[in-house]
């Protein structure tokens, strides 16, 4: 590693949070408003800023093509972990953003109520009614999952 490259890392990372090799590392210098940090610096030998994240992938990983997007695998705008950056386009972003709210999205307790109340006994018929998957279906009604949901109504239940 040449002694400017050495430099740079380390004026890099005395504004990174480092944790464990698979954890956020957590950018502490400035952020912008959309939750980007911000790195200043001279990263090409002029003096400017550019999005940390962005600065991250080419000082540990290379040099981003052009017109490339620079994408958080962990979804954690505020993350410069090489391991979590992998490049790619806008529609991609877009694409993996929306697949994975789906997946994280929690249902809200009506709804998880209303699945293990649903007096129909075909898993199947009400996954698809309320748009979950057959499984979180299933561990719905199993009280498999989000058993503080159907345990706080019977409890409230038998109060009364
Ligand atoms: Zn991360």
């Not at 057959?134 to 345990?151: D, F, G, L, P, Q």
Request: with cysteine.
């Amino acid at each position: 590693m040449s002694n400017e490259l050495k430099r740079a890392v380390l004026h890099f990372l005395s504004y990174v949070d480092i944790e464990g090799p698979d954890d956020c590392w957590e950018w502490v210098g400035s952020k912008a408003q959309n939750g980007y940090g911000l790195y200043s610096g001279k990263p090409h030998g002029v003096e400017r800023s550019m999005s940390a994240h962005r600065r991250s992938y080419e000082l540990f990983i290379g040099p981003i093509p052009e017109d490339m997007y620079v994408l958080h695998q962990c979804d954690n705008r505020g993350c410069v972990n090489p391991a979590h950056l992998v490049e790619g386009t806008q529609a991609r972003n877009m694409r993996e953003a929306m697949e994975r709210r789906r997946v994280f999205t929690r249902l809200p307790n009506e709804t998880v109520l209303a699945i293990y109340n649903d007096p129909r006994d075909n898993i199947a018929e009400i996954a698809r009614a309320y748009d979950v998957t057959y499984s979180h279906a299933w561990n719905i009604r199993n009280r498999r999952k989000r058993i503080h949901v159907t345990k706080k109504r019977r409890l409230a239940k038998h109060m009364t």
